[in-house]
């Protein structure tokens, strides 16, 4: 063979060596190619997963807090409502205060009227030695007294903030009433009515 052949032949050689690396080039980029799309393909997978879970989450906690929001406007409206209520309770209190308090100072002139004792006593006869006795026992009873003395008293003390009992208390020591507790319940039912 010649050197002119031998050179051709190599070159030949040399040329399918050079296509089979670049054949073997291009199956190897190809298939990176291919395995990088896949790679991209997954995490556009995981990504679009991640979020539509952060979505539906989002859209979970907008209802919570319109829910709550509701939730504290209702509260609101119906603390309102309660303050609106009470005060109204409250004025009621003030004016049943004042009218209790008018009853009271046109009851009282009726009570302030000198008690017509003496003037029994005078018109008597002397009584006998042995009589002065029960007299002496009885307590002496402030201004005012029986049934409308005692019920003025006992509205002036519920009106001061004195208790049930301590009114029962003062009414039992200075007076003598036939239904002491009919009397507290009609007084106690005006000042908080």
């Not at 997963?49 to 859209?59: F, W, Y």
């Not at 009726?110 to 003496?118: D, K, L, Q, S, W």
């Amino acid at each position: 063979m010649s050197a002119r052949g031998e050179r051709q032949s190599s070159a030949a050689a040399a040329g399918d060596r050079i296509k089979a690396v670049l054949e073997a080039a291009e199956q190897s980029a190809a298939a990176l190619r291919a395995e990088a799309a896949e790679e991209i393909d997954a995490q556009l997978a995981k990504a679009q997963t991640v979020a539509e879970r952060l979505s539906t989450r989002a859209d979970e906690i907008e209802r919570a807090l319109q829910g709550l929001a509701e939730s504290v406007r209702e509260e609101l409206s119906a603390l309102k409502a309660d303050l609106e209520e009470l005060r109204a309770v409250g004025e009621g209190i003030a004016a049943a205060r004042e009218e209790a308090a008018e009853t009271a100072e046109t009851e009282v002139a009726p009570v302030a009227e000198p008690e017509p004792e003496p003037a029994v006593a005078a018109e008597q006869p002397e009584p006998v030695a042995a009589e002065p006795e029960p007299a002496a026992e009885q307590p002496a009873a402030p201004a005012g007294e029986g049934h409308e003395g005692a019920r003025l008293i006992a509205l002036n003390m519920a009106l001061n903030g004195s208790s049930r009992e301590e009114t029962a208390h003062y009414l039992s020591e200075n007076f003598e009433l036939d239904d002491p507790e009919a009397l507290l319940d009609e007084v106690y039912a005006r000042v908080s009515g």
